[in-house]
């Protein structure tokens, strides 16, 4: 694992951007496992500005997100096809046929996770994924737990993760109570991972990834089995690594 400790989440953005950058420079046709939430807001808006500077092509790109809300419409503000349209994919000269989604109706989840994998493999394995971090650990919607699912599948979301989730919504009562999400197991098929944390909330989390046991009850510690994960945490993030 290498760690990068950088000042602030201005400076986790730039360093998270330009390894995105990076690696479709590498790879014009480069295969991107993308997150949601917060953390990762500051590297769309940084690969935005840059693609608007003509210093990043995705026009060959195809990603592939990590998790989506069960039973929240795409048009749903709060649904993960929603924020990744407005953040990015608008934004950027990327077309419908190059993004993945692992939306799907609940009444065909199975045979979706199972094709959603294979749709991965199809593609040739994801080169780059970009990761989040929950408080508790989790990666995707892979919660803290006795065990661990390998593919891609419906989750329960635990009340953890749903209060967290809240201050996005009206109510918590509004928080989806599942998601489909990648498993561990196709998030450690990526050829390399980026983790981006920022701020005290994350510092437990990340001093357990880092320096604790793999366990399932911290889901991010499995990332210490991989060969080629860059974790960039900010002070704060960073803060009780020992
Ligand atoms: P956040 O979520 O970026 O909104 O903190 C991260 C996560 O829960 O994986």
Redesign the pocket.
């Known amino acids: 694992m290498e760690l990068t400790i950088v000042d602030n989440y201005q400076e986790m953005s730039e360093r998270a951007a330009a390894l995105v950058v990076a690696a479709v420079e590498t790879k014009p046709a480069a295969v991107l496992g993308l997150a949601t939430?917060?953390?990762p807001e500051g590297m769309y808006a940084r690969l935005v500005k840059l693609s608007r500077e003509g210093k990043v092509d995705f026009s060959r790109v195809t990603t592939f997100n990590l998790d989506e809300y069960a039973g929240l419409a795409p048009e749903h503000e709060q649904s993960y096809f929603y924020y990744m349209h407005h953040h990015l994919f608008n934004l950027i000269n990327i077309g419908p046929e190059q993004i993945n989604m692992p939306g799907c109706d609940l009444e065909n989840v199975e045979q979706f996770c199972l094709e959603y994998d294979q749709r991965i493999a199809a593609a040739g394995g994801i080169d780059l994924q970009v990761l989040?971090?929950?408080g508790n650990g989790?990666i995707g919607f892979n919660e803290p737990g006795n065990q661990l699912r390998v593919s891609t599948h419906l989750v329960d979301l635990t009340e953890d993760t749903i209060l967290?989730n809240s201050r996005f919504f009206k109510a918590v009562e509004e928080v989806p109570r599942q998601a489909v999400t990648m498993g561990l197991g196709s998030i450690m098929l990526a050829g390399k991972i980026v983790l981006l944390a920022s701020g005290k909330a994350k510092a437990e989390a990340i001093a357990r990834t880092v320096c604790g046991l793999v366990t399932t009850e911290v889901p991010a510690s499995f990332l210490q089995l991989h060969r080629d994960v860059t974790i960039i945490a900010d002070r704060e993030a960073a803060a009780l690594i020992s």
Do not use: P
Request: glycine content about 38%; proline content about 0%.
């Open positions: 939430g917060s953390t989040g971090i929950g989790h967290a």
